[in-house]
């Protein structure tokens, strides 16, 4: 389709090119066509209500459409990588371990944050499962093995979060002078504080439910003080040991503990054992979507 002639279009969309319309998908969240700025306004918009249906746009839409912000952080992003692969000090390079810490944090939390926006844990037995399973992969690698401790200590690589260890200098009898909280100790345990979130959203405790839900602490507030309390009794147990220890042995109990817990103590066991999540369910549909297509795309290019 083509726009009228008097129509004004957006700025940034050629005026020798008329802007063809965003396709429609059935859902609550669809809505009429438009523009691609428009188009590319509403995905932006309706992407942060996890809850509804996004508008489609057309392919082209990242030609028409400026993404003011992405060459800026882009060489952000460059920089702080560059300056990384220069190394500490303790390792023959210009970077004073403060410095070098700071680098590999500031990385580190745009992996987090990058994976816990992608990642959608498909219900709580799943999610359950899946914490049990690290827990006991943490717990013997930790315990029994020397594994995880070389991997921590001797490969330097954003995957892993640093501060100065307490008690230890740069060279303090040859100690590793970090503290390390690896990239997995925070992604799988906020994947599941954010299943518990979307609980909230089907309860209707995440705004708009009744004046005693409201008051009640929400299955996300549980969750992010499971999380703190079970990071804070690793913290303590390293303090007291001297050793290094498995952060989701204590992260986990605290998380599953306190979420089934609230649960029962509320009535809600069944209902929290039973939750699936709609996140996931949506990626799924998608999935399974694009899959379909690009098998008939094949069926189509065989016949031809």
Known sequence: SSASPSRALPDCV?????????RRRAGRGARGGGDECGCRARVDRLARRDTEELDMCPADVSRTCPTTGAAPAFAVS?????????????????????????????LGFGIVMTSLGVLALESF?????????????????????????????????????????????????????????????VVVPGAFVGLLRELDK??????GGSEEEAREASYFQVGLGAYAAGL?????????????????????????LSAVATAASR??????????????????????????????????????
């Open 202 to 207: 089907e309860q209707g405790r995440a705004g």
């Open 125 to 185: 037995a799943a999610a359950a499962a899946l914490l049990l399973g690290l827990f006991c992969y943490d717990a013997f690698f930790v315990f029994k093995s020397d594994v995880m401790l070389t991997v921590a200590t001797q490969i330097e690589a954003p995957a892993k979060f640093l501060w100065a260890a307490v008690g230890a200098g740069a060279d303090a009898g040859g100690r590793y002078p970090f503290s390390v909280l690896g990239l997995g100790d």
């Open 232 to 256: 804070l009794s690793t913290f303590a147990a390293n303090y007291l040991t001297k050793s290094g220890q498995p952060a989701l042995v204590y992260i986990v109990p605290s998380l599953l």
């Open 78 to 106: 460059l920089a702080v990588v560059a300056a990384y692969l220069q190394g500490p000090l303790s390792t023959g390079g210009p970077l004073s371990l403060p410095a070098f810490a700071a680098l590999n944090d500031s």
């Open 267 to 304: 009535g809600e066991l069944p209902s929290l054992l039973e939750f699936e999540s709609p996140r996931a369910a949506a990626a799924k549909a998608s999935r399974d979507a694009w899959r379909e297509e690009k098998k008939r795309e094949r069926e189509e290019k065989r016949r031809t």
């Open 14 to 22: 050629s005026p020798r090119r008329a802007p063809p319309p965003c």
